[in-house]
Every structure is written in structure tokens, then in C-alpha cells.
């Protein structure tokens, strides 16, 4: 698996094929991709320490329902007013932290853990079911996570005499 910092480098040089694999996938049977992704979830997340890896915590900005905002906010014995104003800042209508990386990271990872919110606790969301509506964020967190960039490559390993053909058939929509 690559390191986190290899990843920004390797996403470039796969980019296009990604974008393009992505529409192939959109075609196959939900259930099918599910039960792959879901394998491959569980394959790679049992060798990854997320703890010393925590790039979703430097390069995504999480989102924070009110719901969370007020658990966090009680566990730092604060209120959520409080919490409000410190952290978060509201963008296209979603509340979300105010700085990257993540204030709660540190060098033992995150800090509210046990009340993290519920965004961060299903990231990157590759155990969720059809897989084949979440395919751009998926694409798009191969750039942040190693372990999906790596379920992308073996998903196209699975799938590679299908999307050769379906390469072949669009090579003139994707020239
Ligand atoms: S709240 Fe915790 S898990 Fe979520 S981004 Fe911040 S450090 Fe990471
Ligand atoms: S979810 Fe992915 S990016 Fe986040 S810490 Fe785990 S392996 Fe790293």
C-alpha cells in the first residue's frame, strides 16, 4: 500500500483511467460492486493504522451536524455556543471546521476520538452500501486515502478484461 505522502504523485499518473473506470463501474450490478469493495474494505483496513496515517484528518474538512457540535462540545466541557464560534464556520449551508488541518489532530491522532463526528467515523465510507452511487467521491478520495486508491487499483484487476473492452468501445468518447 502507499505511503500517504505518495499518494498525490501516483493519483496523477492514474487520474484519467480512475474518471474513466468510474463510468465503467456505474454500469456493473450494484451488489456485485458492493460485495467487492466491501472485501477489499475489510482486507486492507485490518493492515492499516489509521492513528499514524490520519491524512483524511490533514486534507479533508469535516462536516459537523448539530448533533455532534453538542456531544464534542460537552466532552470538552463547553457549550455548543462556545464550540460554535471557536471551531466551526458555515459554507454552502454545512458547518465545518475552520482550519485544515483538522485542530483536533495530534501527534497521537485525534483528540476526540471517542466523540469524533459521525463524518469522520464513516470515512472513507467503503463499507456502505451501493458503492455504485458514491463512484466521484470514491475517485475523488484516492487522492487522500491509501487504502481506497489501493481498492481502485484491485478493483481494476477484478474487473480488467471487462473494462478493457469497455475501453476499447469508448476510446473515441475519451480520446
Ligand atoms: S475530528 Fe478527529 S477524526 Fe475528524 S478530522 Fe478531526 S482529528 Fe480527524
Ligand atoms: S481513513 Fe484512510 S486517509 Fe484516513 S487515516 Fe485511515 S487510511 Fe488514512
Not at 53 to 65: D, E, H, L, Q, W
Not at 134 to 144: A, F, T
Request: hydrophobic share 35%.
Amino acid at each position: 500500500m502507499l505511503e500517504p505522502k505518495q499518494l498525490e504523485k501516483a493519483f496523477k499518473k492514474v487520474e484519467d483511467e480512475n474518471w474513466m473506470f468510474r463510468s465503467f463501474l456505474k454500469g456493473e450490478d450494484s451488489d456485485h460492486l458492493d460485495s467487492r469493495v466491501h472485501d477489499l474494505h475489510r482486507e486492507l483496513f485490518k493492515h492499516m493504522d489509521c492513528i499514524s496515517c490520519a491524512n483524511c484528518c490533514k486534507r479533508i474538512v469535516p462536516a459537523f451536524t448539530q448533533k455532534d457540535i453538542n456531544r464534542i462540545a460537552k466532552h470538552l466541557n463547553m457549550t455548543g455556543a462556545d464550540f460554535k464560534v471557536k471551531y466551526i464556520k458555515e459554507k454552502q449551508g454545512v458547518l465545518v471546521i475552520k482550519t485544515k488541518p483538522c485542530p483536533f489532530l495530534t501527534g497521537q491522532g485525534c483528540s476526540i476520538y471517542a466523540v469524533r463526528p459521525e463524518c469522520c467515523r464513516g470515512f472513507p465510507y467503503t463499507d456502505k452500501k451501493e458503492m455504485v452511487f458514491r463512484l466521484i467521491n470514491l475517485v475523488e478520495n484516492c487522492r487522500v486515502c491509501p487504502v481506497v486508491f489501493e481498492i481502485f487499483e484491485r478493483l481494476k484487476g477484478i474487473y480488467r478484461t471487462e473494462f478493457e473492452e469497455y475501453k476499447k468501445e469508448m476510446a473515441f468518447y475519451w480520446k
